[in-house]
């Protein structure tokens, strides 16, 4: 039998969800209701991961593969009318799931094709000197990655320059003049297989 099921939280917040009660007997014989949730139908509180449903999983598939849909393109993709899927991307906005939209540019045809990874060594790695470096290198233009790496370098770049000329300059003169930079490591990207 499926029962709607309204929750409350301390600070009297509710969520309607969708169960399917069963009926089972326990090791006295007594009868016993479970209602596992099938899915959740609206929530006051912030969504976590475990709660987005099929559905807001097809939206965000959807727009991440074209961000620019119509409500219309968009509903028909995932099969609801276009109210409600206004509603679930809002939502999925607010919560924080879907951080914006973007175009995606040509990097080749805007002079900047050459692609360089490049691995940091730190002089030091105690906190004021890591958040020194992360202050820096959001300055560095052609540094468009940066991620902290648990490895025997610190940080993973990804730079793009227009050729490998202007990769040095960029390594000489900016990424090596980096807050507590001992040591760098260049890996030149041959070809893009997969960038998403």
Known sequence: MIVPIVRRNKHGNSTIATAIRTETLDHLG?????YPILRHERSANRMTEDQLDRVDRNILAALSG????????????????KTPVQARVRRLEKDGYIRGYSAIIDRERMG?????????????????ALAEFNR????VAEI????MMAASFDYLLKVRTRDIAA?????????????????????VAMETVKDR
């Open 66 to 81: 074209e961000g620019r849909l119509s409500m219309a393109e968009l509903s028909d993709k995932v099969g609801l009318s």
């Open 112 to 128: 900047e094709g050459h692609v360089a990874f490049v691995q940091v060594k730190l002089s030091d790695t105690r906190s004021l």
């Open 167 to 187: 990769y040095r300059r960029v390594l000489g003169e900016r990424i090596s003049a980096l807050p507590h930079v001992a040591q760098t490591s260049t890996f």
């Open 144 to 147: 468009e990655q940066c991620h």
């Open 136 to 139: 820096a290198v959001q300055s």
């Open 30 to 34: 007594y009868l016993r209701y479970r």
